[in-house]
Nanobody, 119 residues
């Protein structure tokens, strides 16, 4: 069982920066693919960025060049550095961990952290 706790959200002006953290307890952290998702109330949750077990990162087109995802397996921690924030980035951000086994997939989510960008 993996538990994920996000932190680092808050209120920031347009053009500003925030750094989100996701700390994991339990499980074999290095074996999990990790991702950040976000959700605006009334809309579907969307993938923002993901990083695999080898540290290879991918980004949605809406954040590419502005956000950076990273992980430190020794600290069981993942980060999302968000620069050049825009009001459209306002959402609840969720940490996600996934591990594939034979015949099943294990998915874990954090509780979310609110990011609000004012214009």
């Amino acid at each position: 069982q993996v538990q994920l706790v996000e932190s680092g959200g808050g209120l920031v002006q347009s053009g500003g920066s925030l750094r989100l953290s996701c700390v994991a307890t339990g499980g074999l952290f290095v074996a999990y693919a990790l991702a950040w998702h976000r959700q605006v109330r009334g809309k579907e949750r969307e993938l923002v960025a993901e990083i695999n077990q080898d540290g290879v990162a991918e980004y949605s087109s809406s954040v590419k060049g502005r956000f950076t995802i990273s992980r430190d397996n020794s600290k069981k921690t993942m980060w999302l550095q968000m620069d050049g924030l825009e009001p459209e980035d306002t959402a609840v951000y969720y940490c996600h961990a996934r591990r594939r086994f034979i015949g099943r997939t294990a998915d874990y989510w954090g509780q979310g952290t609110q990011v609000t960008v004012s214009s």
